[in-house]
């Protein structure tokens, strides 16, 4: 299994999420299922099957924020380079198709929220832009065609 690399805040989010899933969602699910048993028979009990499988869902993703939390390391913002794009850093590009200036984080896809600007360095751009200076430009396929890209800035 490989590492994972995750900021600071990632590896707290998903902390948090395990902490919710076995403290709060299994003591809700464990409710769901007692009640929907005080209720008779079961072979006919669709509460009693939604709950089974909430339950299912529930262990299942703890088991892979365990796994996650497991192989997590977080990203050593001393061993990073200061002159190139790496998980961990965010870049400000100008789109030079549209003229338009955008901002991401790079982070790990685990992490990776396209709406909070926080892109996973193994998407299209995040891959084309890994080991790049500021200055440089970059194409990158996208589902309506090649888009350059100039990086502006980066920095932690």
Request: glycine letters at 6%; hydrophobic letters at 40%.
């Amino acid at each position: 299994m490989d590492d994972i690399f995750l900021t600071s805040e990632g590896l707290a989010k998903l902390e948090a999420e395990l902490r919710e899933l076995k403290i709060v969602k299994r003591k809700e699910i464990v409710t769901a299922i007692q009640e929907a048993r005080a209720q008779g028979d079961l072979s006919e009990n669709a509460e009693y099957d939604a709950a089974k499988e909430a339950q299912a869902y529930n262990e299942r993703r703890i088991a892979e924020l365990q796994d996650l939390l497991n192989r997590a390391k977080l990203i050593d913002e001393n061993a990073i380079p200061k002159d190139k794009v790496c998980i961990g850093k965010w870049v400000r590009l100008m789109n030079l198709r549209a003229s338009k200036e955008v901002k991401y984080h790079l982070v790990a896809p685990e992490e990776a929220d396209f709406s909070a600007g926080k892109l996973s360095i193994t998407s299209p751009i995040g891959k084309a832009l890994v080991g790049r200076a500021i200055g440089d430009e970059v194409d990158v396929q996208a589902p309506a065609g090649s888009v350059r890209y100039k990086l502006l800035e980066m920095g932690m």
